[in-house]
């Protein structure tokens, strides 16, 4: 299994602005993905985290708005850029394990 | 593309009732599919796999391909089972690409 610890685990932003996410797990793991859930929704694949290369985004998100970093195996960072209201979410960090997911606890960012 | 739906938003019942929440998926190909649940205050986890048929807090979920159906049940509810719980599929090479459902709300009654 895999423990991931995320930070910060809630902010309150102004629009325009731009905050990081740090996603720290316990052990090397291959894969690490970033979601998005926003209020009253599910969860949504924002991108994959590369190690070593850039990340692979899904359809709807861009570098520019969520560029993401992963400078080793157990750790990545998400920035959420030039933020508005429409950007108020919960972001979560996953690492793939060989049989299942695991998930940090989410950083709940709302923008004023 | 994948698509995961859970029809039912809320669903409530009483203690001791059985409890089913609805999965239904499309996948063009083999899926792998999985409950999730969130406990309140806690991070998601997993409940359960279909590929590993088990039973986990007295949980099963049959892969239906027919139906393209992976509905959850559980005989008994506790309270304890009050959470909320997400279908997702797994299409790529790794069990942490997720397509999540909607998600349901399972409120137990005493």
């Known amino acids: 299994s895999a423990v991931i610890s995320q930070k910060p685990s809630r902010d309150i932003c102004q629009r325009g602005t731009s905050l990081t996410i740090q996603c720290q797990v316990d052990s090397q793991v291959t894969m690490m993905f970033w979601y998005r859930q926003q209020p009253g929704q599910s969860l949504t694949l924002i991108a994959t985290a590369n190690q070593g290369s850039e990340a692979t985004y899904e359809s709807g998100f861009v570098i520019d708005k969520f560029p993401i970093s992963r400078p080793n195996l157990t750790f990545s960072t998400l920035t959420v850029s030039n933020m508005s209201p429409e950007d108020s979410s919960i972001y979560l960090c996953?690492?793939?394990?060989?049989?299942?997911?695991?998930f940090g606890q989410g950083t709940r960012l709302t923008v004023v | 593309a994948q698509r995961v739906t859970q029809p039912e938003k809320l669903l409530s019942v009483f203690k001791g009732a059985p409890v089913e929440l609805k999965c239904n998926y499309s996948?063009?190909?083999?899926?792998?599919l999985f409950w999730y649940v969130q406990y309140s205050r806690q991070r998601l986890q997993l409940l359960l796999r279909h590929i590993s048929r088990e039973s986990i807090k007295g949980f099963t979920a049959d892969l239906n391909k027919g139906e393209t159906s992976f509905h959850l049940k559980k005989p008994f509810a506790q309270e304890e089972d009050s959470a909320m719980y997400y279908c997702a599929s797994a299409g790529g090479t790794s069990y942490g690409k997720l397509t999540f459902g909607q998600g349901t709300i399972l409120t137990v009654h005493p």
């Open positions: 996948y063009s190909g083999s899926p792998e």
């Open positions: 996953s690492a793939g394990g060989s049989t299942e997911a695991f």
